[in-house]
Each structure stands twice: as C-alpha cells, then as structure tokens.
C-alpha cells in the first residue's frame, strides 16, 4: 500500500486543536481577559507578553479594552485566530 505524498500546505496544528488560538471576554466594564487556546499562540504569546513560563501563560491575561485591541491587533497580524465572547454569543476574528 502507497502513503499519500503529503500536502504542500500543512494545516496549523491549532485549526485542528481549534477553531481559535485566543479567546477573549469582558469581565467588567473596565477588565478583560484573554485565554490561550492553542500551542502556537502559547509560543509567540510568551515572547509577546514577556511572560518567562509557560505555567505563566496558562495564567489568563487581565487588561483594559486598549490591551484587549492591542493584543488583538499583534495576533491578527500575525495570522492567529481569536475567539471574542460577547453577549450575543461569538465572534472569530
């Protein structure tokens, strides 16, 4: 039996593990937090937040709307998905 050749364009691992690699909420009108959700955006988010452990990652983040869009903006640069949990249910940016 032949394997078939492998794809040119492997799949992220965090599309299979799911759909985003941050999820985001409010959870005041002042406080937002953000989860990491995949192995990949645990790598950069590591080297972004200038957290030194990965047990300091799994640590949600806390921060105001500014932090939330900054962060958001870093990451959807970088072609991460992330999952925003709002009131009327979620949204993938």
């Known amino acids: 039996m032949v394997a078939p050749e492998p794809s040119i364009t492997q799949p992220r691992a965090s599309s299979i593990e799911c759909a985003a690699d941050f999820r985001i909420r409010r ?3 002042k406080e937002w937090e953000i989860h990491i959700l ?3 955006a645990r790598n950069w ?3 972004a937040t200038g957290r030194e452990t990965a047990k300091e990652v799994d640590i949600p983040i ?3 709307l500014a932090g939330v ?4 903006y870093q990451a959807r640069k970088r072609g991460y998905r992330t999952e925003y ?6 949204i993938y940016l």
Request: aromatic fraction near 4%; proline fraction near 5%.
């Open 62 to 64: 806390r921060t105001d």
């Open 27 to 29: 959870l005041t009108n």
């Open 38 to 40: 995949s192995s990949t």
């Open 69 to 72: 869009n900054d962060f958001t």
């Open 45 to 47: 988010a590591i080297q």
């Open 85 to 90: 949990v709002g009131p009327r249910g979620v």
